[in-house]
Structures are given as structure tokens and as C-alpha cells.
């Protein structure tokens, strides 16, 4: 793990945090997963129970609320992974299922408990199952 200064990462023995880069001023609660090769921005909040595995790359200035869980396998167990970007000022509500291959706006906010299948423009707001 490769991380900025200024970093809070609570908890870090109750976590799973692999080869992942952490920006600046970033808060991780536990527990989360961070998989390989994930890259987190600045000014970052997680919330405990995340899962983002390898292929996620977060902007700066992100927040993910707690039990979000990306997804990096479309027809799991492809081993053919996809990637996903969550962009600057993104915020990410509590329990929400984010498919890989997609990408999500600058600035865009995603409701709790949505479900996200598809590209979300910048400075959008989507909700539900599947999320709109």
C-alpha cells in the first residue's frame, strides 16, 4: 500500500488493504477491502463495510458510504476483469452495488441501497434498482 499524508485508516488490522494507492487526506474506516492495483484519490472518505476490489480508480474529494460494493467481474469466474471510475466529488450512498465497466461523473451522487449498470453523467443524481 502506497498512501498520502495526513491519511486516517482506522482499524487497519481489521481490514483488508492490499497493493492499493491511497491519496492525501483520506479517511478509511474498517473494516473495508481494498484489492490490488486500486487507486484512491485525495480528500477521500470510505465508510466501514466497503468492498472495491481491483480495478476500481476513485477521484479526489469521494465519498462511499458504508457496505458499497463494487464489482470488477461481469460473468464471474471470467477472470476477465472490467474496470470502473468514480469521479472527482462523487458521492456513493450506503449499500449500493456499483457493476464494473462503467464510469461515474464528476460531481454525480448515487441514493443508498441503488443498484448502478450504467455510465453515470456528471453532476447527476441517480437512485434505485436499477439506478436512473
Known amino acids: 500500500m502506497k498512501q ?3 491519511c486516517k485508516i482506522y482499524h487497519p488490522e481489521k481490514s483488508v488493504i492490499l497493493d ?3 491519496g492525501n487526506d483520506c479517511t478509511i474506516h474498517a473494516p473495508v477491502w481494498l484489492g490490488n492495483g486500486v ?5 477521500c472518505k470510505i465508510q466501514g463495510f466497503s468492498f472495491i476490489p481491483e480495478g476500481v480508480t476513485i477521484g479526489d ?3 462511499i458510504g458504508p457496505h458499497v460494493c463494487f464489482t470488477n467481474d461481469k460473468y464471474p469466474p471470467s477472470k476477465v476483469l472490467d474496470t470502473t471510475f468514480v469521479g472527482n466529488g462523487a458521492s456513493i450512498g450506503a ?3 456499483i457493476i464494473c465497466g462503467i464510469e461515474i461523473g464528476n460531481g454525480a451522487t448515487i441514493g443508498a441501497g441503488s443498484v448502478v ?3 453515470v453523467p456528471s453532476n447527476t443524481l441517480v437512485m434505485g434498482n436499477p439506478a436512473r
Do not use: H, L, P
Not at 487507486?39 to 480528500?43: F, L, S
Open 61 to 63: 474529494d469521494v465519498f
Open 20 to 22: 492499493c494507492q491511497i
Open 4 to 6: 498520502g499524508t495526513n
Open 117 to 119: 449498470t450504467k455510465d
Open 39 to 43: 487507486t484512491i484519490g485525495n480528500n
Open 95 to 97: 449499500g449500493s452495488t
